[in-house]
């Protein structure tokens, strides 16, 4: 099992930026796996974010970021980004880091073995 751990969040004013980061360990090879995030809002379900697959050839978006959340990640450095602009006060929840089974990204929570801790996101309007 991988283990995640989360960094990067903070409190940011509407239309800033934030990077989230994931650092993998465990005794799996981080570059075997998709990763990917999702975020939970008080109240609400954990949702999809964003994921990506192991080569990092493919990614895929909820439609509420796309165009303003970047996925990417360095296999060098064990480790998974999230780069967030044009931020919003909707974008406001816990962002969680998550490693998939296989090596193909997924929407879906039930494909993610592997969950961090999160790190809170907060934009004030």
């Known amino acids: 099992q991988v283990q995640l751990v989360e960094s990067g969040g903070g409190l940011v004013q509407a239309g800033g930026s934030l990077r989230l980061s994931c650092l993998a360990s465990?005794?799996?090879?981080?570059?075997?796996?998709?990763m990917g995030w999702f975020r939970q809002a008080p109240g609400k379900e954990r949702e999809f974010v964003a994921a990506?697959?192991?080569?990092?050839?493919?990614?895929y978006y909820a439609d509420s970021v796309k165009g303003r959340f970047t996925i990417s990640r360095d296999d060098a450095k064990n480790t998974v980004y999230l780069q967030m602009n044009s931020l919003k006060p909707e974008d406001t929840a816990v962002y969680y880091c998550?490693?998939?089974?296989?090596?193909?990204?997924?929407?879906?929570?039930?494909?993610?073995?592997?969950w961090g801790q999160g790190t809170q996101v907060t934009v004030s309007s």
């Open positions: 998550a490693a998939a089974f296989g090596r193909l990204p997924s929407t879906r929570l039930h494909d993610f073995g592997s």
């Open positions: 465990g005794p799996t090879l981080f570059s075997s796996h998709a």
């Open positions: 990506i697959s192991w080569s990092g050839g493919t990614t």
